[in-house]
T-cell receptor, first 113, second 112 residues
Framework: EPEVTQTPSHQVTQMGQEVILRCVPI?????FYWYRQILGQKVEFLVS????????KSEIFDDQFSVERPDGSNFTLKIRSTKLEDSAMYFC???????????FGSGTQLSVL | QKEVEQDPGPLSVPEGAIVSLNCTYS??????FMWYRQYSRKGPELLMY????GNKEDGRFTAQVDKSSKYISLFIRDSQPSDSATYLC????????????FGQGTILTVHP
C-alpha cells in the first residue's frame, strides 16, 4: 500500500540552527500538508500546499517556516532558526484532491536543545 | 470554548468489550468528520471518514455524526488488544482542503 515517507525519523539540533524536514508524499497525490504535535498536545495544522504554492497557513507558520517542493517527489519543511518551542513531532500528509482522505507519514521527531 | 473537545481518557476495557469514543465541537461549519488511530510514535491512520450527519459502519467500527448536537462518536465492537492506541477525532469545514482540526485524542487500552 502506498504511504507517505518522512526522513529523518528523529532530528536533534541546537537552538538557532536551520533544519529541513523531508517528506515523500504518495505519488499521485496533489495536495500536501505539514502538521505538528507537541508532546501531550493536539495535532495542529501548519500549512497546506497545492500547485507549487501555499494554499493556507496557520498562525504558527510564521516567517521562520517555509515549504518547498523542489522536484516531483519531495516536499520539505524548513525552519530557519529553531527555537526550543519548535520541539515537536512533525507530520507530513497528502491527499489526491479536495476533501479526499488525508494520509499521514510516521513523522519526524524534532528536538531543539 | 474549544473548537473540538475530546475526553483524553485514559480508557481501559477488557477484550471483547464495546468501546464508545466521543467528541463535541462548537463550530457548525464543520462538514467532514474523521476518526484516526495513532500508535505510539507513529502518524495518525485514518479509520473512518463521514460527511455530515448519519452513521457509517466498517467492520467492527461504527462512526456516528449528529450535527444538530455537534457530537460525533466512534464505536468499536469486540475490541481487541491490537485496538490499543490513541484515537483522534478530526473535522474539516469543507472550504479549507486538508486543514483538519483535531481533538485531544483518547488513549485506549484493551487488556486480554
Amino acid at each position: 500500500e502506498p504511504e507517505v515517507t518522512q526522513t529523518p525519523s528523529h532530528q536533534v539540533t541546537q537552538m538557532g540552527q536551520e533544519v529541513i524536514l523531508r517528506c515523500v508524499p504518495i505519488s499521485n497525490h496533489l495536495y500536501f500538508y505539514w502538521y505538528r504535535q507537541i508532546l501531550g498536545q493536539k495535532v495542529e495544522f501548519l500549512v497546506s500546499f497545492y500547485n507549487n504554492e501555499i494554499s493556507e497557513k496557520s498562525e504558527i507558520f510564521d516567517d521562520q517556516f517555509s515549504v518547498e517542493r523542489p522536484d516531483g517527489s519531495n516536499f520539505t519543511l524548513k525552519i530557519r532558526s529553531t527555537k526550543l518551542e519548535d520541539s515537536a513531532m512533525y507530520f507530513c500528509a497528502s491527499t489526491t484532491g479536495a476533501n479526499e482522505k488525508l494520509f499521514f507519514g510516521s513523522g519526524t521527531q524534532l528536538s531543539v536543545l | 470554548q474549544k473548537e473540538v473537545e475530546q475526553d483524553p481518557g485514559p480508557l481501559s476495557v477488557p477484550e471483547g468489550a464495546i468501546v464508545s469514543l466521543n467528541c463535541t465541537y462548537s463550530n457548525s461549519a464543520f462538514q467532514y468528520f474523521m476518526w484516526y488511530r495513532q500508535y505510539s510514535r507513529k502518524g495518525p491512520e485514518l479509520l473512518m471518514y463521514t460527511y455530515s450527519s448519519g452513521n457509517k459502519e466498517d467492520g467492527r467500527f461504527t462512526a456516528q455524526v449528529d450535527k444538530s448536537s455537534k457530537y460525533i462518536s466512534l464505536f468499536i465492537r469486540d475490541s481487541q488488544p491490537s485496538d490499543s492506541a490513541t484515537y483522534l477525532c478530526a473535522m474539516n469545514k469543507g472550504t479549507s482542503y486538508g486543514k483538519l482540526t483535531f481533538g485531544q485524542g483518547t488513549i485506549l487500552t484493551v487488556h486480554p
